[in-house]
């Protein structure tokens, strides 16, 4: 089946720094999407992305759908300690409408 | 409610009985999904339901796992007989514009 893998599994970083992270797949996707979960809650939809090749922003954060519609990275400017949580990317065959498959996270850890 | 609801939130259970798990949708979305996520990991997708479709089952690990949604509306999620490697976060979503997810239930299965 599908899998998508993500990188890094974790990252340490001082407050203020910048953070990226991406994920790449074997298979074409058509939408990607990047989510953030905080402890005990379900994952929140950060970003989506629909067209290859697109960059998209929200606030501090910026991610962009690969040309080939295999990979997708994730970027976050200025990070506060609120960044903290584990992140995901999902692809979908389709669109966000379809089942996602995920990536298996990068846990953020940001030091004051 | 504003958002997609969940219960119980956590289940502990003795192996081989049975449990159901909740979901109440976003009202108005006719998507809803399933998911399972084991510590450390991503997410599993189980299965879909849109509208009065045929469900997509694809993603249940065994015949132990079976999910009804009624009147378009609550789903549940039933894992008979259930072993130990069952123990996981159940995520539900539903979809507007994109999926939204609830808060999970944490099945410990001793």
């Known amino acids: 089946g599908q899998q998508l893998n993500q990188s890094p599994q974790s990252m340490f970083i001082q407050e203020g720094e910048d953070v990226s992270m991406n994920c790449t797949s074997s298979s074409i996707f058509n939408t990607w999407l990047w989510y953030k979960q905080d402890p005990g809650e379900g994952p929140v939809l950060l970003i989506a992305l629909y067209k290859a090749g697109e960059l998209t922003s929200n606030g501090r954060l910026t991610a962009q759908f690969g040309i080939t519609r295999k990979d997708s990275f994730l970027n976050i400017s200025a990070s506060i300690p609120s960044d903290v949580g584990i992140y995901f990317c999902?692809?979908?065959?389709?669109?966000?409408?379809?089942?996602?498959?995920f990536g298996q996270g990068t846990i953020l850890t940001v030091h004051p | 409610g504003a958002g997609v609801s969940q219960s119980p939130s956590n289940k502990v259970t003795e192996k081989g009985k049975d449990v159901e798990l909740r979901c109440d949708p976003i009202?108005?979305?006719?998507?809803l999904y399933w998911y399972r996520q084991s510590l450390g990991q991503g997410l599993e997708f189980l299965i879909y339901?849109?509208?009065?479709?045929?469900?997509?089952k694809s993603g249940l690990p065994s015949d132990r796992f079976s999910a009804e949604r009624t009147g378009g509306s609550v789903s549940t999620l039933t894992i008979q007989r259930t072993q130990q490697e069952d123990s996981a976060v159940y995520l539900c979503?539903?979809?507007?514009?994109?999926?939204?997810f609830g808060p999970g239930t944490r099945l410990t299965v001793l």
């Open positions: 339901f849109q509208g009065n479709s045929a469900p997509d």
């Open positions: 999902a692809g979908a065959g389709g669109t966000s409408y379809g089942k996602l498959t």
């Open positions: 009202s108005g979305h006719t998507a």
């Open positions: 979503a539903s979809r507007g514009d994109t999926q939204y």
